[in-house]
C-alpha cells in the first residue's frame, strides 16, 4: 500500500510540474527572411559567390583554351617542351581547384561573420518575449510535426525584433 501511495504521489507530483511548464513556438526561419539586415547580409554574400564564381569561369575558360592549343600542337613539341607543357596545365587545373576550395572557405566565413550578429539578435527578441511571458521553452517550428499555432509567439518576437533592430 505504501509502495502505491508512493507511485501515485510521485505522478501527481510530475504531471503537476508538467501542467505547469509554458512552451512557445517560433518560426526562426520566417523571421529571418523579413529581416532587413539579414536579407542585406544574404544579397552580399550572393554578390560575393557571383564575382568568385565568374573568376573561377574566366580561369577555366582559360585552361580551356590552352588545352586546346596544347592539342593543336602537341605532335609537333619535342617530348621535354611536351612534358612541361603538361605540367603547366596540371598545375593551371590545380590552381582551380585550390581557388575553388577558397572560394567555399571564404563564404562559409563571410556567412558565419554576417550572419552571426543577427541570429544573436533573433536570440535575444526570442529571449525578451519568453522572459516577458514566461515561458520554459520556445521551440523552432522547423523541428515540430505539429504545433497548435495559440502557441505561436513568432509575431510577437518580429515586433521585439524590430525595436531592437530598429536605428537609435
Known sequence: MKHLLLVFTVVCVTGFTMAQTKVASVNSQGLLDSLPSYLEAQK??????????????EM????????????????????????LEEKKLMQKDQ?????????????????????QP??????????????????????DQSMLLYFN???????????????IDSPK
Open 118 to 139: 543577427i541570429l544573436e539578435m533573433v536570440q535575444k527578441a526570442v529571449d525578451n518575449v519568453a522572459k516577458a511571458n514566461k515561458y520554459d521553452y520556445v521551440v
Open 95 to 115: 590552381e582551380i581547384q585550390t581557388k575553388q576550395q577558397s572560394l567555399q572557405q571564404d563564404l562559409q566565413r563571410i556567412a558565419q561573420e554576417l550572419n
Open 60 to 83: 577555366e575558360a582559360n585552361l580551356n583554351k590552352a588545352i586546346q592549343n596544347f592539342r593543336e600542337k602537341e605532335k609537333d613539341m619535342a617530348p621535354v617542351v611536351r612534358d
Open 149 to 163: 499555432e495559440m502557441h505561436d509567439i513568432t509575431d510577437k518576437v518580429g515586433a521585439e525584433l524590430e525595436k
Open 44 to 57: 552580399t554574400l550572393e554578390e560575393i559567390r557571383i564575382s568568385g564564381l565568374t573568376e573561377l569561369q
